[in-house]
Structure formats: structure tokens, C-alpha cells
């Protein structure tokens, strides 16, 4: 199974300042079809994941464009260019190159200082 | 706009069934591939099973196979997981999931709980 790393594991942000979170896999996720089936989600306490973005960089509908996804091969970014209060909760990559399973990082916790 | 409503959670003793159920609404159900995915309290995302938009391929996690089983009613819009052989480490809440943009988990249910004790 494809493992995925992220660091940090917490991650504490002063609003209105960049953040930026890394996720690294085992094996190069891209497929066959030349995609790259890397997607980020972000939960909040309470609540169900929502997914920002998927295939790398592709922000999903709504998804605020301080949030962006880059990266290639083994290694991956999320960045956010100002963090705001709502941004806090758990951030996860997952991978869907190459499934079953489809596998998660361990999750980065996000908190205001 | 899409919707999905897990059902069916609850409280069940080591050994025991049970079966989850989610509701699909504001798309063509049958259009889509879907997800099971859980939570373990305080702990991360793990994908547990996968169904094809027709039914005919269905995947699972290795910890579940034998003992889960995923199934869809397109004519009801609705998903199911059937979960046997329960252990203390599948308690969890259970999401749904659909696919969007040609990717995996676009969409989410509110989840449901489902824990394992005596």
C-alpha cells in the first residue's frame, strides 16, 4: 500500500499569515492516464471532510482562493496565503493512483496562536 | 444540490451485524461511484470499501474483507454497507462518500456511529 507522510503533525498559525502543509508518498502518484490522483481535505471539529482540492492543484467549488495545492510526483504542498479563524481543524492528503486502498496521510492539526 | 444521509449506526456486542444504509439525493445516483470511509474516535480518515456505479466491482480494505460487504440500489438511490463478524477496532463513524471531477470523495455524509462493545 502507498504510505503518506505529512508534516508537520501541528501546526499553529497567527491569523492573517501564510501556512503550508506537506505530504509525501511512497511511490510516485502518477498514473497511468497521466494524473496525478492527489486530493486535500479539511475537517473541522464535529463535522464531515470536505474536500479543497483534488488532483494536485484543482480547488474545488467554493473553496477560497487562499487555498492552493502544488507539487509533483512523490511530493506535495498545500498552502494557505492568509489563515483565517475557519481554517482551523485537520488537513489530509490522500492519494487515488494506486487503489485499493485509497490511502490518508496521518492528518495536520491547524490552530491560531 | 447533493446530499448524503448515513443511517443504521448503533451500539452492537463483538460478533454481531450490522447494516448501514446512505440516502443519495440531488444528482443521478447511478451515475457515480461511492465510498465507505471511517474514523475511529480521535484518529485519522481510512477508506474501507469502494462500489462501482453499476454494482459489478466492489473493493474492500483488507481488514474488512470477508466480513463487509457493499452494495448499491440504484432504483432507491442508496448505498449499503453490511458489516459481520464486528470487532472492538471497527468502531467508528462511518461516512459516505461520492465521486466528483473524475476523483474520489467530492462529496460527504454527516456520518454515523457505530461502536463495538460488550
Known amino acids: 500500500d502507498v504510505v503518506m507522510t505529512q508534516s508537520p503533525l501541528s501546526l499553529p498559525v497567527t491569523l492573517g499569515q501564510p501556512a503550508s502543509i506537506s505530504c509525501r508518498s511512497s511511490?510516485?502518484?502518477?498514473?497511468?492516464?497521466?494524473?496525478?490522483?492527489l486530493h486535500w481535505f479539511h475537517q473541522r471539529a464535529g463535522q464531515s471532510p470536505r474536500r479543497l482540492i483534488y488532483?494536485?492543484?484543482n480547488r474545488d467549488s467554493g473553496v477560497p482562493d487562499r487555498f492552493s495545492g502544488s507539487g509533483s510526483g512523490t511530493d506535495f504542498t498545500l498552502k494557505i496565503s492568509r489563515v483565517e479563524a475557519e481554517d482551523v481543524g485537520i488537513y489530509y492528503c490522500m492519494q487515488g493512483t494506486h487503489w485499493p486502498p485509497y490511502t490518508f496521510g496521518q492528518g495536520t492539526k491547524v490552530e491560531i496562536k | 444540490q447533493v446530499q448524503l444521509v448515513e443511517s443504521g449506526g448503533g451500539l452492537v456486542k463483538p460478533g454481531g451485524s450490522l447494516r448501514l444504509s446512505c440516502a443519495a439525493s440531488g444528482y443521478t445516483f447511478s451515475d457515480y461511484y461511492m465510498s465507505w470511509i471511517r474514523q475511529a474516535p480521535g484518529k485519522g480518515l481510512e477508506w474501507v470499501s469502494y462500489i462501482s456505479s453499476s454494482g459489478s466491482s466492489t473493493y474492500y480494505e483488507d481488514s474488512v474483507k470477508g466480513r463487509f460487504t457493499i452494495s448499491r440500489d440504484n432504483a432507491k438511490n442508496s448505498l449499503y454497507l453490511q458489516m459481520n463478524s464486528l470487532r472492538a477496532e471497527d468502531t467508528a463513524v462511518y461516512y459516505c462518500?461520492?465521486?466528483?471531477?473524475?476523483?474520489?470523495?467530492?462529496?460527504w455524509g454527516q456520518g454515523t456511529l457505530v461502536t463495538v462493545s460488550s
Open positions: 462518500a461520492r465521486d466528483s471531477d473524475s476523483s474520489s470523495c467530492g462529496y
Open positions: 488532483k494536485v492543484s
Open positions: 511511490q510516485s502518484l502518477v498514473y497511468s492516464d497521466g494524473n496525478t490522483y
